[in-house]
């Protein structure tokens, strides 16, 4: 069943590197369909990867082979909540690793440009907390980082 709202992503020629990452990285993230080009078009031969169907934590995407015309920014980003430090470190090891990039505040960027926020659910929580003293010093240890550390926002809303 196709869905009714899809993410639709540009690249330039490396959609079903990038999907066969993702699925390879995230849960519940796989390559669903490559479709090649049916004819040359002005930026491409006939054959060509032209599109990939794929998932990146259950959220249905198509990486469009566009060429090099527009590029990614940080106004789109994909935000994944994470259980532990484990898991934050394993995310962010693999984005960064890969080609990519760290940013401020959990941000990274891999190597096609599509930007990552690598968010503990527990800072989260802690910066909606009704405690709203225990949110600023959360919010304001955040501030000061580029991959979460658990325990030290951990540590902020304890205080």
């Not at 490559?34 to 040359?40: E, G, K, R, Y």
């Not at 078009?41 to 990146?56: L, N």
């Not at 015309?69 to 984005?95: G, M, P, V, Y």
Request: net charge negative.
């Amino acid at each position: 069943m196709i869905p009714k709202n899809t993410i639709c992503l540009w690249y330039d020629g490396g959609a079903e590197e990038a999907a066969n990452f993702y699925a390879a990285t995230f849960p519940d993230s796989r390559v669903v369909a490559v479709h090649h080009a049916p004819s040359d078009y002005p930026s491409g031969k006939e054959g060509d990867v032209i599109t990939v169907e794929f998932t990146v934590a259950g959220i249905p995407c198509i990486g469009l082979n566009g060429g090099p015309e527009f590029k990614h920014n940080e106004s789109f980003s994909f935000q994944i909540a994470t259980d532990d430090q484990a898991e934050t470190d394993r995310l962010w090891n693999a984005i960064v690793g890969n080609g990519g990039q760290e940013s401020v505040c959990g941000w990274c960027k891999d190597k096609w440009g599509i930007s990552w926020q690598i968010t503990p659910r527990v800072l989260t929580e802690a910066y909606t907390s009704k405690d709203r003293a225990a949110a600023r010093r959360a919010f304001t240890a955040m501030m000061s980082m580029t991959k979460i550390d658990v325990a030290k926002i951990e540590a902020a809303v304890k205080g």
